[in-house]
């Protein structure tokens, strides 16, 4: 995608899972045990995540991400014929300490080096967040951990979206660089007034909504360059 600076940008807020952490650890470091559908069972496990945050907005029945990602968990391995309970415990526990991926600490670290304001906006309750990010090493490098739980309602919620500009202290939404992996989230975002990089982690083409990413990075060792 032809862009290849920001402007104006005082703040670089990304989305945590999928996008700075690896939400397909869990199920990898299990392959193992769940056996040959195991790449099956996380896709579905991340699918129904998601899903089940916009159903719950929709219909007002708000519960925190921890136990939406349970009743995800719980479909993809009743789906695929799995019970075992010990594995479903452990799956839940890794959720706490998800991997980073092997360029987000070199980007937020490059942000703040640059002087810019860094932080995670994102579907996840507190707990599950400074869990993740402690183990992946992330806090030294993050200005803001922004939870959706402070508006009680999933993203793409525009509540969600002016959260970040309120926390961030910015004087609007084209002042931060929005990031993120999942396609509706860098779209929605978009719409909203970021300005907006989506990390291509799963070569997926946009999606037929409104809203459309500034740019499509294949790294986020892209980003410092073409916002600082």
Not at 118 to 136: R, W
Not at 188 to 200: D, K
């Amino acid at each position: 995608m032809a862009q290849e600076k920001f402007n104006g940008i005082q703040a670089c807020v990304f989305d945590a899972y999928g996008t700075l952490l690896d939400v397909h650890a869990p199920v990898a470091s299990l392959s193992g045990e769940i056996g040959p559908n195991a790449d099956a069972v996380s896709k579905l496990w991340r699918d129904k995540q998601l899903q089940y945050t916009w159903l719950r907005s929709l219909m007002g029945a708000h519960a925190p991400f921890w136990e939406v990602t349970g009743e995800a968990l719980d479909y993809a391995l009743s789906f695929h014929g799995i019970d075992n309970p010990d594995l479903r415990k452990r799956l839940m526990d890794l959720y706490f300490e998800l991997d980073a991926y092997d360029d987000a600490r070199d980007c937020l670290s490059a942000l703040k080096e640059a002087g810019l304001k860094t932080g995670i906006l994102s579907n996840g309750n507190p707990e599950m967040l400074d869990g993740a990010v402690t183990s992946a090493s992330l806090t030294a490098v993050l200005d803001e951990v922004m939870s959706i739980e402070d508006v009680g309602i999933y993203k793409p919620d525009n509540r969600v979206y002016q959260m970040a500009v309120e926390r961030m202290g910015v004087a609007g939404p084209a002042n931060i660089c929005f990031v993120s992996a999942n396609t509706w989230d860098a779209q929605a975002g978009s719409h909203f007034g970021f300005q907006v990089a989506r990390i291509n982690r799963f070569g997926l083409p946009d999606d037929n909504m409104p809203g459309k990413p500034d740019a499509l990075l294949d790294s986020l060792r892209e980003l410092p360059a073409m916002v600082s």
